[in-house]
């Protein structure tokens, strides 16, 4: 308000102290009234110029600011458009966004900034008319760069008037939200990757433990709903005698302390069931290093502890078992052990007092008294002496063998006179040729022994037992047949196993069930084959097969020959001759015999090996002694032995010497 003095003083140190106030105007007494109209007058027009002047420089100095303040904004593009959409400013933030500078942009239409699709659309105008119509637009959508790029942009315009109304341009603000949309549509697709997943739970607890979120698996794992559960502290999930412990706050506190906190216990469901559960707690800090949460993961592990705790009882069941099992057969062994010395020891005594007994006297009566005894001596000598192989099989030892050159006749006969001697009115029939090779004499006769002994035992009293031996190139086969009854099926898998017996009546007493356990250990350790064949209503049948020389058959337990000398054993040369390119391989111990194939011949001299051109190698193998032949019905050209034979023969004598024309 202007300020304008009267006074009725004129002296020089009023009007100085008067003007310090800077007054709009100064009048001094007496004055009349036109004097104090013109003094106000002049006094209001100049404090009404001194008014504007202020004002228009405040403006001024108000609009350089805000233009250096637009300016130093970097990260947002704020410009004008005029009323048709034209640029008319541009900060720095607008070059940074936008990559256009001022002088490229100035003038030119801002849907230059818009993308094809968008203008055709008639965005850009729809965008300045709603503005007009709301007195402000806001939209996200894809904007373009000057380099073609785009990025997703958060835009306001807002429509610029005089005081009296008049449209003289817009305000337009753009911002850069690419990053912030990505990192929203990646959290979107984690909340609903975790929503749905089924297997774990997967929920957020805030500092104090209550939950905030529940996802699908949270669900169908613990049994509460969203509603149900979110606010609720996750000691709901706990037995009640953890939450009575603190368990609850001590994982709280542990997650917060280090980080992460993990266990694996038991957990408690909607319907009070429980379920051994995995857990993992996991702090949540703001990027300031503040606690906001916890994130909680839990997975049923109820079937997996309890196929552990199944595996872990079948384990401790089975080793308890193996245990049991190695104590039976340790006392079995040892007992059987101990068993056969005595008993060998008390029947030397007595057959030695039977003996002595039988030089007394030689009445009929007391001879045949003394013949019992010593049938029943034999019988139990023989028991012993089952007892005494089947202890050194099972203990490791295995069953000696002595091999050498015999006559398979030689020592079948005897074997059968036996057995007439000692089954009188029991026919048995011998058809056996010479048969020659390299076996335990004495073992075989055990093998043979007990399987006529068996076949009489068993077998039809009125009808023969026959024993029928033969030849196939390289080894020899032994039959006993006898027409008694079928053996009963449940025994036929276990037939050769130890302590199995057959429950047929006999006129002899009951064995331990050894024979042909023992029998079938001793073929096996020639290298050969034990079965037996029933056809129906033709009565039962052992067949023996055997190599005709000696073999090293290695013992599946021990890793040891049965044979020690087996190896030393002797046997015929065979030279192998092979053509060339030829992979297969035949081989024929006997000297003047020829294989089939074309590709490979045996001979018996290295001559007759190299008489023809058509073979580049000549190979020397005393195939018998190196290795076990095949006695399956794939053996070639009736030798018995297969093209796997002689390979693995002649890799085990490499050394042999092999000459080329």
């Known amino acids: ?48 110029m001194e008014r504007a002047l202020a004002d228009e420089r405040a403006k001024r100095h108000a609009a350089e600011e805000f233009k250096i303040l637009v300016d130093g904004v970097s990260d947002y593009a704020i410009f004008m458009l005029d009323r048709d959409g034209r640029v008319t400013t541009w900060n720095s933030g607008a070059e940074r966004l936008k990559g256009y500078t001022r002088d490229e942009i100035i003038g030119k239409d801002f849907s ?28 996200e959508g894809w904007r373009v760069r000057k380099d073609g790029s ?39 697709r984690f909340r609903v990757l975790v929503e749905s997943v089924q297997d774990y739970a997967i929920f957020m607890l805030d500092p104090r433990g209550q939950v905030t979120t529940w996802n699908a698996g949270a669900a169908r794992i613990k049994g509460y709903t969203a509603e149900e559960i979110v606010g609720k502290h996750f000691s709901t999930f706990y037995p009640r005698e953890d939450v009575a412990a603190g368990k609850c706050e ?40 503040a606690l906001i949460g916890f994130a909680k993961v839990t997975r049923d592990l109820t079937e997996r502890r309890q196929a552990e705790e199944n595996l872990r009882a079948l384990v401790a069941a089975e080793r308890a078992a193996g245990a049991e099992k190695s104590r039976v057969q340790e006392f079995q062994e040892r007992f059987l052990a101990i068993l056969g010395h005595d008993l060998t020891q008390s029947l030397a005594s007595i057959e030695i007092g039977v003996g002595l007994l039988g030089m007394w006297s030689k009445e009929p009566a007391f001879v045949r008294d003394v013949e019992r005894t010593h049938a029943s001596l034999r019988r139990m000598s023989r028991m012993i002496e089952q007892i005494l192989d089947f202890t050194r099989s099972r203990l490791g030892g295995g069953l000696a063998l002595v091999f050498g050159p015999m006559d398979l006749r ?30 335990d004499r004495d073992r075989l006769e055990q093998v043979f022994s007990n399987l006529i002994i068996n076949a009489l035992v068993h077998g039809d009293p009125a009808k023969p037992v026959t024993v029928t031996a033969g030849a196939e190139a390289l080894r020899v086969w032994v039959e006993v047949h006898n027409e008694g009854p079928p053996i009963p099926q449940e025994l036929q898998s276990v037939l050769f196993h130890p302590f199995r017996r057959g429950e047929r009546e006999s006129p002899s007493p009951a064995g331990l069930g050894l024979g042909l356990y023992i029998s079938n250990e001793l073929v096996l350790g020639h290298g050969g084959q034990s079965r037996f064949d029933q056809p129906q209503a033709e009565g039962t049948t052992f067949r023996v097969v055997l190599p005709r020389q000696a073999v090293v058959n290695f013992d599946d337990r021990g890793g040891e020959p ?3 000398n087996a190896a030393e054993a002797f046997g015929a040369p065979a030279f192998i001759r092979l053509k060339d390119g030829s992979s297969a391989i035949r081989e024929n111990s006997e000297r003047d015999q020829r294989s089939a194939d074309p590709d490979v011949e045996v001979t018996g001299t290295r001559a007759e090996a190299l008489d023809e051109e058509r073979f580049h190698c000549v190979h020397e193998t005393r195939l018998p002694c190196s290795i076990s032949p095949s006695l399956s019905d794939e053996a070639v050209d009736g030798t018995g032995y297969t093209s796997a034979d002689a390979a693995r023969a002649l890799e085990i004598r490499s050394g042999d010497a092999c000459s080329r024309r």
């Open 150 to 188: 785009r990025f997703w942009a958060n835009v306001v315009i807002t429509p610029l008037r005089t005081p009296k109304g008049v449209l003289i341009g817009f305000a337009k603000v753009t911002r850069d939200l690419t990053e912030h949309r990505q990192a929203e549509e990646d959290a979107q």
């Open 1 to 48: 308000m202007p300020v304008v003095y009267l006074t009725a003083y004129a002296d020089e140190e009023t009007i100085l102290r008067a003007k310090k106030t800077t007054p709009f105007g100064y009048l001094v007494k007496p004055f009349n009234e036109r004097e104090l109209r013109a003094t106000i007058e002049v006094a209001f027009y100049t404090h009404q």
């Open 410 to 439: 030689e020592a079948l006969t005897p074997i059968v006179d036996e057995a007439r001697t000692a089954h009188p009115s029991a026919t048995i029939q011998l058809r056996c040729p010479e048969l020659r090779g390299a076996w």
């Open 250 to 289: 001590r994982e709280l506190e542990v997650a917060a302390h280090e980080g992460r906190f993990e266990d694996e216990g038991w957990r408690v469901r909607k319907d009070g069931s429980r379920f051994w559960a995995s857990v993992v707690i996991t702090a949540l800090r703001d990027p300031e290093g």
């Open 112 to 139: 230059i900034f818009y993308t094809e699709e968008a203008r055709q659309a008639g965005d850009p105008k729809q965008s300045l008319e709603t503005s007009l119509r709301k007195g402000r637009f806001e939209d």
């Open 562 to 564: 049965a044979s020690r």
